[in-house]
């Protein structure tokens, strides 16, 4: 059964229903179904909801699965904005600014 290339992926917030069409098709290579498998897991163990899992485990664009490079390369590239801010907040006069920031444009009352 071959699936990939339609849309069936990102017409569902169901992360069970996607899973069980990444395990029947047949366009997505078993190690990448097993890394996708992974990144799924670990982003439910991180707190992401289900709904969320979908939309980054398949395209928005088109539905089909993220090839698993894709989805590494978006995991490392997310792993350095988390370490520059990190160190930003560090700084206490960076800190200091954007609690301003926050607060100027009301941003707080969100919070």
Do not use: H
Request: aromatic share 8%; charged share 30%; glycine share 6%.
């Amino acid at each position: 059964m071959r699936i990939s290339g339609g849309s069936i992926y990102g017409s569902t917030t169901d992360l069970d229903a996607a899973l069980a069409r990444l395990e029947k098709d047949e366009a997505v290579l078993p190690q990448n179904r097993q890394l996708i498998l992974k990144f799924a897991n670990t982003w439910l163990a991180k707190g992401f909801t289900k709904v969320r899992v979908v939309k980054l485990v398949y395209c928005l664009r088109c539905g089909t699965p993220m090839e698993v490079q894709t989805t590494v390369q978006i995991e490392e590239e997310k792993k350095v904005g988390d370490n520059v801010l990190n160190k930003l907040m560090q700084n206490q006069e960076f800190k200091d600014f954007l609690f301003k920031k926050v607060v100027e444009l009301g941003l707080d009352k969100q919070l």
